[in-house]
């Protein structure tokens, strides 16, 4: 079971939840990814992209042709959106999603391509009663980070995947993918990633319940799935495999931890690529968001 503190579900590239340690298997025979029950649990609900995610190709992509690679390099305006499930005292079991917007380059990696992502903006929504609100700082404190970006033709369809890669937040980790995140707020690996005075990174939270800030340190590590689409479009799921421990509060209430399962419909956690003629910066990708994601 994954936790995290009180209505909240930080997305910087990616949602991320408290000290759990959900991971994936590779099956090297049948060049498959399925996804696997968070470490301490026995319940399949627990898998990090639910019970009926579908397994995902680790072989194709590696080697682009050059016809096919030119189709996806360039620049991109990125959405993603995680959705979960918290069931918080009180409250009881309530929907929570993040939406976050940023900027993205692929390009030729040798014979392969990569994908450099920068986050801008995080929205949240959870519990009507608590508001959780992430400053602009935090995502934008995040160093851009370098994915292998596979991609192949299936027949009419161009399939691609984003593979994982763990990227630390408000820590410094030796190891990214395997050290331990701090157990509480004295650990001197944590550092004050948004320059706002406080340990980690910053999430305000405000409401009828309880307003305060809450201070956490990330492993923040995904995996996108999908296809291109018309219009230079890249689009499919995305698959949250991240870790959050909260390092520090303002308010004691704030330090509760709430039991939060991913959304079992795993077609509302979704990426959208835009391509864009040239490279956006933060400012111009947020005003031009609305025209970029349009409502559904």
Same mark, same amino acid.
């Given at each position: ?19 759990? +340690? ?140 984003? +593979? ?98 991913? +959304?079992? +419909? ?31």
């Amino acid at each position: 079971m994954r936790s995290i503190s009180l209505g909240l579900m930080v997305l910087l590239g990616a949602a991320c939840s408290a000290t759990s +340690d959900g991971t994936t298997a590779t099956t090297p025979d049948s060049g498959t990814v399925t996804p696997q029950p968070d470490a301490g649990t026995t319940s399949d609900a627990d898998a990090d992209a639910g019970p009926s995610a579908p397994p995902v190709d680790t072989s194709s992509g590696r080697n682009v042709p050059d016809a096919l690679a030119a189709r996806v390099i360039g620049f991109y305006a990125i959405r993603s959106v995680v959705a979960s499930i918290q069931d918080a005292p009180v409250i009881g079991k309530t929907p929570s999603v993040a939406t976050a917007t940023g900027v993205g380059e692929i390009k030729r990696a040798g014979t392969g391509l990569t994908i450099t992502e920068s986050g801008c903006h995080v929205d949240l929504s959870a519990s009507s009663v608590v508001k959780p609100t992430v400053p602009d700082a935090l995502p934008r404190s995040v160093p851009a980070v370098t994915y292998p970006f596979r991609l192949w033709e299936v027949g009419q369809s161009v399939k691609f995947v984003r +593979d994982p890669v763990a990227a630390a937040i408000g820590v410094k980790l030796v190891d990214v993918e395997n050290d331990p995140l701090p157990a509480n707020g004295s650990d001197p690996r944590i550092w004050d990633q948004d320059l706002d005075g406080n340990p980690g990174v910053t999430v305000k939270m405000s409401g009828s319940l309880v307003t305060g800030d809450i201070f956490v340190v990330q492993r923040q590590r995904s995996l996108y799935t999908g296809e291109l689409s018309t219009g230079d479009k890249l689009g499919g799921l995305l698959r949250d495999m991240s870790q959050q421990a909260t390092v520090g509060a303002t308010s004691d209430l704030l330090k509760q931890n709430v039991p939060t399962t991913p +959304d079992p +419909d795993v077609s509302k956690s979704t990426v959208t690529f835009v391509k864009l003629t040239m490279a956006y910066d933060c400012a111009r990708v947020m005003s031009e968001a609305a025209t970029l994601f349009p409502a559904k």
